[in-house]
């Protein structure tokens, strides 16, 4: 019944496969390209959604106001006709239910992901429903007259990936599978194990030996995950898992995979409903896999063309210098080729030289006419750090969007009026080393340093090693406040 609802299609070719159908590295057989979840239902101007999803898992049937229209009974097949209205009522009804698809960021919004037979299977942590924070002095360090943050790190396991992976783990255990796997720089591994346990599922994690923060490895290990380190970068570890995948009945779950961006998308929708149904002028997204940009831009459109809001912002990608990939074609093709990169970055999360979902990035940056940036390491360093004042704190990868905005400014293509929002996402517990190392001074070179030292000092909070008497911390006192 569920592939009627939706189905696979191509981005390269668009040749529509069921989810059966499609191969284990989620490949398009005749040109190699990914896939994307699309419902045909949706062709219409009004949304189509399974009665079921309309259901408490009780039983018992939400009322819909009049003239709204009513759910068909758990049982039939047929599609319920929707307008928005509906949609945005149910969805803030929901809110004061106790259920736990319900009290998901992700699954509260299911009509708009209806990949599961029943979601009420859905595997959830409670994911989602992060907070979109005002950002008064990061606008001033960019030059911008206000600012929000939508901080994904506060997903269970810290980091936006718990999004995805509740959706995509969801479809695993409902095909089936008893194994999963990943290729990971350490947030996807933290989240597929989290929720890889939560299901009873097992789970196998490749990692580029000694390249992942001791914070997110932690988190596979303690999820009971089977974590090999391998001699290699992040890209290597894709590539042994792709033949992994095609000798063992193991679930891939790698951003190359549809149903990841499915539940990824939910943070659009969250956004639009916390800003009563508009959407910003501007979203400012890491690049890393780039699966999160295409993600975000679906969400955005799809909610256009369903009626739930009137316009779509304009999404941009921001890289690290050292593995900027997506920008360099960005630069030397337009986006029409893509050349690998040996990445490296302290930004560990988006340590990518070969990103799998880069031409469906470049395609939402065309759409929605965005830009992709590269910053510095002191760049990101300082971002960090000023992103921090604010009693925020973030992994060094989600800080390269305050940085690439700093640039998008100066440069005139975003304007300090502009409604934007920064996409921060992964906590800053997920790499505190990094953070102990800014402000002891030895996590940048001199060279990469030279010509930031008035910034960077400001911002570096020291530790004073003192006597244990009152008097010694009355002077250290007197002299900050001085």
Known sequence: MIDTVHQLRCTGCSQRVTQREARSNFRCADCGELFEVEYPAWSSTSVAVHAPALVHANGSHYELPNGLGAPSLPTQPRTWMPNASALRWLWKERRHSALPIDQSGVWRFRELLPILENPNDAVTLREGNTPLLGMPRCAQAAGMERLLAKHQGMNPTGSFKDTGMTAALSVARER?????ACASTGNTSAAMAAYA???????????????????????????????????????GCVRVLAEVVEHYPIY????????RLEGQKTPALEMAEE????????????????????????????MKHLGLTR???????????????LYTSMQTSAGRELTPVHADTRASAIRIGSPASWRKAVRILEQTGGFCEQVSEAEIAIAKAEI??????????????????????????????????????????????????????????????????????PLRSEMPVLDASADAVLRVLAAGVS
């Open 176 to 180: 089936g599978f008893e194994w999963v």
């Open 197 to 235: 346990a939560r299901a009873g599922l097992r789970c196998l994690v490749l990692i580029p030996e000694g390249k992942i923060a001791w914070g997110k490895l932690s988190q596979a290990m303690d999820y009971g995950a089977l974590t090999c380190q391998l001699r290699t970068d992040f890209d």
């Open 252 to 259: 891939l779950l790698n951003s190359v995979n549809p149903y």
């Open 275 to 302: 800003m009563e149904w508009n959407v910003p002028d501007h979203v400012i997204v890491p690049g890393g896999n780039l699966a999160n940009c295409s993600a975000l831009g679906k969400g955005f459109q799809e």
């Open 311 to 325: 316009t779509v912002p304009s999404i941009s990608v921001v890289q690290a210098a050292g593995a900027n990939p």
């Open 388 to 457: 921090g004042r604010e009693g925020v704190g973030c992994e060094p990868a989600s800080a390269v969007t305050l940085a690439g905005l700093k640039k998008l400014v100066k440069d005139g293509r975003v304007k300090p009026s502009e409604n934007v929002v920064l996409l921060l996402t992964g906590h800053t517990l997920k790499d505190s080393e990094y953070t102990i190392e800014f402000h002891r001074g030895n996590l940048l070179s001199e060279g990469e340093a030279r010509g930031y030292e008035s910034k960077i000092a």
